[in-house]
């Protein structure tokens, strides 16, 4: 493979990564949304089915529900916008890990230069991880994680997404049903 070929593949690989990471800063973003509106009205529907302690207590445990049904999901989106902001960090480090190992050299071209869909990358150092969504397996490629350190970070953040898309959904889904009980409080 000639330099030209590797800077090109590398230059896709990190369009990919960025390609996914607005993908989900989109869907993260919208996740957020929809737990403001419904932990929102949540919240306000609590206010106005308590009085007294009881409004003082949701007061309190209604803000700390908002801030985590909404912060969790936003966070990933800021984190997932940060991604294309250090493309030429990726580009540097990937170049240096696929020029020294040829293992690594392979499953990324098996990876980028066969998909024509962006691929998932995900990684915790010492060991780098990709899958490809035509490929059922995971290929690990031991590498030193300091010298790829936004490599591994990206992918790292990567990796969280779900967690942090999960929190916000499951609290959403718990201020919906609080919401539900909240009315049948405030209508009897």
Do not use: C
Not at 14 to 21: E, M, N, S, W
Not at 96 to 110: H, M, P
Not at 154 to 171: C, H
């Amino acid at each position: 493979m000639t330099e030209f070929d590797l800077d090109r593949l590398v230059r896709r690989a990190v369009d990919a990564v960025g390609h996914l990471a607005r993908r989900g800063s989109n869907i993260t973003t919208a996740v957020g949304l929809l737990a403001l509106l419904v932990t929102g009205a949540t919240y306000l529907v609590g206010i106005a089915a308590f009085g007294g302690g009881t409004r003082i207590v949701w007061t309190v445990l209604g803000v700390a529900l908002l801030l985590f049904a909404v912060g969790a999901p936003l966070l990933a989106s800021f984190r997932l916008r940060a991604i294309p902001h250090h493309a030429e960090e990726l580009v540097s480090e990937l170049r240096l890990l696929l020029g020294r190992n040829e293992e690594a050299r392979r499953v990324v071209i098996d990876t980028v230069a066969i998909d024509e869909e962006p691929s998932a990358a995900v990684t915790a150092a010492p060991t780098f991880i990709v899958q490809s969504g035509q490929y059922t397996t995971l290929h690990r490629i031991a590498i030193g994680a300091g010298d790829v350190h936004h490599l591994a970070k990206v992918t790292r953040e990567l990796a969280v997404l779900p967690s942090l898309v999960f929190i916000g959904l499951a609290l959403t889904g718990f201020a919906a049903f609080l919401g539900f009980v909240f009315t049948l409080i405030w209508i009897f």
